[in-house]
């Protein structure tokens, strides 16, 4: 049986037990061994880590020991997937490069708060993760992100909507939800989910569940396809 870590934490705003709650809901329908906790000592046993097939971390606006994020990086690199949401994952710890490196992007800001009404823009490529998946519309935090270039992104929505000091200039494409490499391991990063009630939006939530699953995956692909696994 696949097994999965949950972890969260943080800021109480975010809602971390609630949206635990339901990503562990969606996990066990997977088939997923799911263990839950509410501590980052969760991340202190590097070994027992790389024993995991997915780690999904929700955790905003904390501090983090360099040792944890060393453990999750190297679990990681070995073939587990993570995968996480909004600011629980891309905002989790702001003055740790490390985990910004590996999760491929950091939030900045919310132009208009909670409650901005915007476009989620799906991008149709090969990857599995949007077939059948259509645009759609949401009111929510609209999340402006530093990204990494290298993630392939698999959604976008379009700034400026609301009036503020980046209205100037261009518009521009911001990724909503993207995909990378860490090592042999997969990636998968969405930044919807302010709070519970945005994750339970049946497409907001099946994107996190083939997102888990892709994830999950990849630590079978890397095994059997050797240490430079692209599958």
């Keep these: ?23 562990q809901e969606v996990l066990v329908k997977e088939g997923f061994e799911v263990e839950v906790s509410d501590t980052l ?18 955790w905003t ?10 453990n999750v990086s190297e679990a990681v690199q070995s073939g587990v997937g993570l995968a996480g949401c909004h600011g629980g994952m891309c905002d989790a710890f702001r003055e740790n490069v490390d985990w910004q490196f590996m999760t491929g992007g950091q939030w ?3 132009p208009g708060n909670d409650g901005t009404n915007y476009v989620v823009n799906i991008k149709h490529s090969s990857s599995p993760l949007t077939q059948d ?26 700034f400026p909507v609301v009036t503020g000091p980046h209205s100037l200039n261009k518009a521009v494409d911001m990724p909503v939800a993207w995909t990378k490499r860490w090592g042999v391991g997969r990636v998968y990063y969405n930044s919807l989910g302010h709070q519970a009630n945005i994750i339970d ?13 892709w994830c999950a995956e990849g630590k079978t692909a890397a095994v059997n396809g050797g240490t430079h696994a692209h599958a």
């Design 201 to 213: 939006i049946p497409v907001v939530k099946e994107m996190m569940r083939r997102g888990f699953v």
């Design 61 to 70: 606006m904390d501090k983090i020991k360099p040792e944890y994020v060393q």
């Design 133 to 158: 998946i259509e645009d759609f519309e949401v009111s929510t935090e609209q999340y402006y992100l530093h990204v990494d270039p290298a993630v392939e992104v698999l959604a976008t929505t379009r």
């Design 1 to 23: 049986m696949r097994k999965a870590l949950i972890v969260w934490g943080g800021w109480d705003g975010h809602q971390p037990k609630e949206v635990a709650g339901i990503f």
């Design 41 to 58: 000592d969760a991340f202190a046993d590097g070994e027992k880590l790389k024993g995991l097939d997915l780690i999904v971390p929700i």
């Design 108 to 110: 900045v800001a919310h």
